[in-house]
């Protein structure tokens, strides 16, 4: 880590808000450049994680023509007189004579010499012959129907999910090349927050050290529960000695609170005294402006990284979709998250010069967003029924029938949106 510095008036001061979207792009490009380490995992490992190579097939798939039906490998016309049966699993032998067929199962080898197969349905059997009319579409699968040795099937930064795995075990894979998960930390700041209990005398419960935590492992992050530290007090060595043994482990440290200048926001001259660089330090966007994200390298080259979430907490969730999601899109080397679009039932006003994230819930069925009541930046009521939030652009407002772009609440790892 870099040597440790004392910050100045003019080390602290913020410079102008950075564009919500030029923000995006910026956390993406830096998280792209430290894209962590790829690793090999069992199958059943690796949902959630991302693919660090081409996902390929190791045979045609098919490998051998295979049955789709139960019935009767037969060899030219009929009847057929049985001369044995063919169950999957098994290497059968050839037809050779004309007019023999064997009984087959669905998923069987077809057996070479096979002219066509019969459905069990569409054939009688009688002294030991087999009668009835093939289809004239063959009823079994070529090798390579699906894939042949070698293709590509899917590409490097592609998701797994449960159908990918599905996929690879179909190709032969055991083992697949993946980004490995980002290991994530939270310190939560503000000497006024209680952790047990009903708010009262001054102080409110801390709703970020439950929720975010959740959120990271939603994002595909791994968090502990040691993970996880606050309140810390409300004093710059405090803040230090926090911060430098999260980032111990961590790839990614996010924080809560103490992204101004007020007399108890020690952030800033913490990250200063670590010796950090500002990749974005406040953003355009209501509500959340306040958020930062910074970058530390150690001499070695090892990159890690701290959000400053504003403590207020919906302005705390629109710091994660805005800043850490296409982060750790970069840092798990999958492209940059590609915004849907929905049509606005009501009317959402704007935010100045600002970009508005206005919360949202989706009819996903007639594509149409609903502003939800409740989103003041200290409320999360409107947050618990949202789908996530409409992006209002500077200078523009939303209009009843505006198609516009919504960030989306994540997801489960592995999860596909309906």
Known sequence: MRTETTPTADQVAAPPPAGWEEARSRVYAVGL????????????????????????????????????????AVRGDGPWRIVGRVL????????????????????????????AVLRVEESTVADGLVSGTPRRTPEWRQPGEEAYADEELLPVGTPVDPAVIGLAASCGHDTLRVRRAPRAALLVFGDELLTAGPPGAGRVRDALGPAVPAWLRRYGCQVRPSDVVGPVADTLPAHVAALRAALTNADLVCTTGGTMHGPVDHLHPTLEALGAD?????????????????????????????????????????????????????????????????????AVPGRGDHTHLALVRLDRAAGTAYPVRHVGSAMLRGLAGADGFAVIRPGTSGAPGDRVPIVPLPLLPGERAS
């Open 278 to 346: 500002y990749v974005v330090n406040t953003v355009a966007v209501r509500p959340g402006f306040p958020m930062l994200l910074a970058r530390l390298v150690d001499p070695d080259g090892r990159v890690r990284f701290v959000a400053g979430l504003p403590g207020n907490p919906q302005s705390a969730i629109v710091a994660l979709v805005s800043l850490v999601a296409p982060l750790l899109a970069g840092l798990t080397g999958r492209s940059m998250p590609v915004l849907p679009q929905a049509t606005l039932a009501e």
């Open 33 to 72: 450049a430290a894209a962590l380490p790829a690793v090999a995992r069992p199958l059943v490992d690796t949902d959630g994680l991302t693919l660090a190579e081409p996902l390929t097939t190791r045979t045609d798939l098919p490998a051998f023509p295979t049955s789709s039906v139960d019935g009767w």
């Open 88 to 115: 999957a699993g098994n290497t059968p032998a050839p037809l050779t004579d004309d007019g023999t067929t064997v009984e087959i199962a669905t998923g069987a080898m077809v057996p070479a010499g096979a002219s």
